[in-house]
């Protein structure tokens, strides 16, 4: 009996380290991607507006771009998850605009503008390969909101937008990968709410809502 059990543990040894080496080659199947970096929106400057008017906008046209995904790691080399992503910009100047008689109204104003997006999301990576550096893309398609306040005059839109990722990092452990990543962000909005009430803008008036931008991003993988 016991030299049966001796024989059967003699057999059985190599094969419970070789499943403890497996498991401890295996690879992470999470990974959490956060960013933080710059943006600049890619809507035209409109023609023909006073100076003051165009450094107000340029006021609002760069700003925080915040981000971070999570994704799940299939076969090979792609990967299944969500992103969110948080753009916020800010500005104070002079506006001149013209009433409803046709006289010119002057006065100081402050605007916060906030563009959000979220959506699935899926991601190439070479995360499984044997290197130090490391390269990904990703796509998400989801919804775009856009949030603007100046005073009391609250506006809000959302539409379908498209979100695309380029990013260069290096291994700094098999879990822990940092570098840049450089984002595109694709939207525009047709209508808006100001106040409850919605404005329907023309084709050569809408709400665009791209940007570009530019982040540092850490990868940790579980």
Do not use: C
């Not at 001149?96 to 104003?109: E, L, M, R």
């Not at 840049?180 to 023309?202: D, E, H, I, Q, R």
């Amino acid at each position: 009996m016991f030299k049966k059990l001796l024989l059967s543990g003699a057999f059985a040894i190599p094969f419970l380290f070789s499943a403890q080496e497996e498991t401890a080659k295996s690879e992470p199947r999470i990974s959490i991607i956060p960013s933080v970096g710059y943006a600049w929106r890619l809507a035209k400057m409109p023609s023909g507006i006073p100076k003051e008017t165009k450094d107000y906008i340029k006021g609002l046209k760069n700003g925080l771009n915040v981000d971070v995904s999570a994704y799940y790691h299939l076969k090979g080399n792609g990967a299944i998850g969500i992103k969110y992503s948080n753009y916020m910009a800010s500005s104070d100047g002079r506006l001149t605009v013209q009433d409803i008689n046709g006289g010119t109204v002057s006065g100081f104003v402050s605007t916060k503008d906030n563009i959000s997006f979220v959506g699935p999301a899926f991601m190439f990576s070479n995360f499984k390969e044997d290197t130090k550096h490391k390269l990904y893309y990703d796509i998400a398609l989801g919804v775009i909101t856009y949030t603007t306040k100046t005073g009391s005059v609250k506006g809000t839109g959302s539409n379908l937008g498209l979100e695309a990722n380029f990013a260069y990092q290096y291994a700094i452990t098999n879990q822990i990968f940092i570098g840049p990543k450089l984002g595109l962000t694709g939207g525009t909005l047709s209508k808006m709410k100001y106040n409850g009430t919605t404005v329907n803008f023309g084709e050569d008036e809408r709400e665009g809502l791209s940007r570009l931008s530019l982040s540092a991003a850490a990868t940790f993988r579980f």
